[in-house]
């Protein structure tokens, strides 16, 4: 029998992004959580008593600050050596051989394929053979799954590709490649790194992308970690995700129709909580709550969102592993504005302008000038992500006119004393 895990996407040392800038963000658990959900790796690899280790690329985040990230993985391999198990490594987008400008020993039980041109290396003891490259630079946009080699008879091939297929959303179209590619070359199990949300694309042969250890940002949500495999007579018999993060991220989704008073949406809100903590098996959790429905205190919520903001956040620290990343109001009004006003009053006149009123980047930065400045100076990656500033794009930009109308309307609505 051989057993071996399958991960990728690791980015060893990378800051998760979105929770540092706050004061109550649990900073420790930010710091050490790819290196946390790592040892965690090594410990299963132990425990099962597993061959080898596949990293399908993206094992660094970039070329290191200093030498520590170096000497956390050789000690790490160190722990694997005195059990007995190799380590086969592809570099991929973030780790290529033009990103790491510092250099560290590999242990003898490491093996780092070839940049240059695909390679075989033979396990006889296992009757295993694995096929493999590394990225030469960070943007690789040939195929390299075409000059992999066919299957070598009587052994269990295995293809180790950091690629794109033929493009995921979120994903540059890195060493890019179509299933009949890797199926064509007759391997039995190709192990893919770059996606990091997990896939199965296929089963004869099995092709898998294992997603990444660690989630790292408000996009990658749910269960992250690794693939064992298991190899009886040269069939695959078990293909197992083994949950390994330690910090999940969340969106949780609260529906707020039945809603009347602040204390109901208090209720509601904590419920979900506690529904998101249920399914993350005692992990911290860092959640995005989004309001929505057809809400009847909908003027109410917008009003105040930065006092209804804090209460949640408090309600969140009730629980102690739980932190809010942000919170999205996207409730609705219940009735139509002319049922609230009437039709032909001075206050409807002004509420349908608010609702006509246009909007875009241009006007936007014209309106308020200092804008313009104060993006000019801001650093590059403020400008794209998740919550980039002043986003350009059309839906962005849609989104944001409604959230000002509604935001608006909101307020007069609160000051005429009316829902």
Not at 72 to 88: D, E, N, P, Q, T
Not at 115 to 122: L, R, T
Not at 227 to 242: F, K, L, N, P, Y
Request: aromatic content about 8%.
């Amino acid at each position: 029998m051989v057993k071996f895990i399958h991960t990728a996407d690791i980015h060893l040392d990378s800051p998760l992004k979105g929770l540092e800038a706050h004061e109550d963000a649990p900073v420790e658990e930010i710091r050490g959580a790819t290196r946390r959900a790592f040892d965690r790796l090594i410990d299963l690899a132990i425990d099962t008593a597993v061959d080898f280790i596949l990293i399908a690329g993206d094992l660094y985040d970039g070329d290191w600050k200093d030498y520590n990230t170096g000497l956390f993985f050789a000690a790490r391999m160190g722990r694997l050596s005195k059990s007995g198990i190799r380590v086969f490594i592809v570099s991929g987008n973030h780790d290529a051989a033009s990103q790491i400008t510092r250099a560290m020993p590999l242990p003898d039980n490491v093996t780092l394929f070839s940049h240059q041109k695909p390679e075989s290396i033979k396990l006889d003891d296992l009757d295993v053979i694995i096929h493999g490259q590394s990225y030469s630079s960070r943007a690789v946009t040939d195929n390299l799954a075409a000059q992999y080699p066919q299957q070598t008879p009587n052994y269990f091939n295995i293809g180790l590709l950091h690629t794109a297929l033929t493009g995921r959303e979120g994903h540059e179209d890195y060493a890019p490649c179509t299933l009949d590619d890797l199926i064509s070359k007759g391997y039995d199990y190709w192990a893919l790194g770059h996606v990091h949300k997990r896939e199965s694309l296929f089963e004869d042969p099995w092709i898998v992308f294992p997603g990444n250890l660690q989630g790292r940002h408000i996009k990658e949500t749910g269960p992250k970690g690794a693939t064992v495999v298991t190899v009886e007579g040269g069939q695959i018999t078990s293909v197992e995700a083994r949950e390994l993060d330690v910090l999940r991220w969340a969106t949780c989704q609260v529906d707020l129709s039945e809603c009347e008073t602040a204390e109901s949406v208090h209720d509601a809100v904590r419920q979900a909580f506690e529904q998101e903590l249920d399914q993350a098996s005692g992990k911290t959790l860092a959640l995005r709550l989004i309001l929505t429905g057809k809400c009847p205190i909908h003027s109410r919520l917008l009003d105040r969102t930065a006092q209804w903001t804090e209460e949640f956040r408090g309600i969140a620290a009730g629980f102690g592993d739980v932190w809010l990343e942000t919170v999205k109001f996207q409730t609705s009004r219940q009735k139509r504005l002319e049922e609230i006003f009437g039709e032909d009053t001075p206050i409807a006149g002004l509420l349908q302008s608010i609702q006509h009123l246009e909007l875009d980047n241009d006007t936007l930065l014209g309106l308020v000038p200092e804008l313009s400045a104060l993006k000019n100076k801001l650093p590059a990656e403020i400008h794209s992500g998740d919550e980039a500033f002043l986003d350009p794009s059309e839906d962005k930009i849609a989104a944001l006119r409604t959230e000002v109308q509604e935001l608006l309307i909101a307020k007069l609505l609160q000051h005429g004393g009316a829902e």
